[in-house]
């Protein structure tokens, strides 16, 4: 099997916000109804309906393939496209190839990025550890599976803002 290291970012992208909006779905057991905006020019890859409340977030997906040696990954969040608003969200999974799975997620607040990442002059950049019993700054944010990941969406979602 070729590697994610042969697609394009767009196409790497895509993948992922489906297989992201695929985990919500059936790990809600239906609750969850993830729509694809007509456009992505603002980072937001998806619009996320609780169908219970009627309420929902926008989130930002982002993905990348574990780097073992690391034991770190990398996701960046374009400074043009980020926003402190209330209600968006980054989602970034860590995805294995061979498995076609997500292997770890975390559910951020945009709110939250800059004081999480390190600042370049033209994104913020996190690397969080994947492994489930890393106690680094990212942790909390981290989602042991689909299921926390859907019910840490949904918390999100009806929170008080």
Do not use: C
């Not at 590697?3 to 609750?31: C, D, H, W, Y």
């Not at 456009?39 to 929902?56: A, C, F, Y």
């Not at 989602?91 to 559910?107: G, R």
């Not at 890393?134 to 989602?143: E, G």
């Amino acid at each position: 099997m070729d590697t994610p290291r042969n697609l394009s970012s767009s196409q790497k992208g895509k993948v992922t916000e489906t297989l992201v909006a695929a985990t919500l779905i059936l790990a809600s057991g239906g609750r969850l109804s993830p729509f694809v905006p007509i456009s992505d020019d603002h980072g937001i890859d998806l619009i996320v309906l609780d169908k219970q409340t009627h309420r929902s977030i926008t989130v930002q997906v982002k993905s990348a393939i574990p780097n073992a040696a690391r034991g770190t990954v990398a996701f960046d969040v374009r400074k043009a496209t980020h926003s402190e608003v209330p209600g968006r969200y980054l989602i970034a999974v860590a995805f294995d190839p061979a498995t076609v799975a997500l292997t770890a997620s975390w559910l951020l607040p945009l709110s939250e990025i800059a004081l999480l990442s390190t600042e370049k002059p033209d994104k913020y950049a996190l690397t969080p550890n994947p492994s489930p019993t890393s106690n680094d700054r990212y942790a909390r944010y981290r989602q042991a599976d689909a299921k926390a990941l859907a019910d840490a969406v949904l918390a999100a979602i009806n929170s008080d803002r």
